[in-house]
């Protein structure tokens, strides 16, 4: 049997709009991954919460500003925790300016507001480190 995928779904406290990415626990759930959603305070707590539960994906919500801080910081962590194999992606709302930064920091995709959720499925089934055989 195929291991599901594991997601961390993560947010700022300070960004109460998490609509988003409510939703987006609940399709993929319902899409057969295993979901684990979690607010968060600092970047070091989504990258422990992320090591506890072995993820393969970790998802970032940011509408509320202060992204690049929490994205460079946690891409960096993995990197230094031997953990680059995770999947990195963001969704909320991000400018394109951004969205190239992050990408250069080894952010993967960043989906905004209204994006397809099958298209999100599919780019989580192809990228996670599942997908590439190199979950332990």
Same mark, same amino acid.
């Given at each position: 049997m195929e291991q599901p995928i594991r997601v961390l779904l993560a947010k700022p406290t300070?960004?109460?709009h998490d609509r988003g990415v409510r939703y987006l626990a609940r399709v993929? !759930? =319902?899409g057969g991954f295993e979901v684990v959603f979690m607010n968060f305070l600092l970047p070091e707590?989504? #990258? *422990? +919460?992320a090591t506890q539960e072995d993820v393969d994906v /970790? $998802? /970032? *919500?940011? *509408? +509320? $500003? %202060?992204?690049?801080?929490?994205?460079i910081? /946690?891409? @960096?962590?993995?990197?230094? *925790? %031997? @953990?680059? =194999?995770?999947? #990195?992606m963001g969704g909320g709302i991000i400018s394109s300016s951004d969205v190239k930064k992050l990408r250069a920091e $080894?952010? %993967? !995709? /960043?989906f905004g507001p209204g994006s397809d959720p099958d298209e999100i499925k599919s780019y989580i089934r192809e990228n996670a480190r599942v997908a590439t055989g190199t979950r332990n």
């Open positions: 300070h960004d109460s993929l !759930r =319902d707590d989504v #990258l *422990s +919460a /970790i $998802g /970032i *919500s940011s *509408s +509320a $500003g %202060g992204h690049m801080h929490v994205f910081e /946690i891409a @960096q962590a993995l990197k230094e *925790s %031997g @953990q680059q =194999d995770v999947l #990195l $080894g952010v %993967g !995709r /960043i």
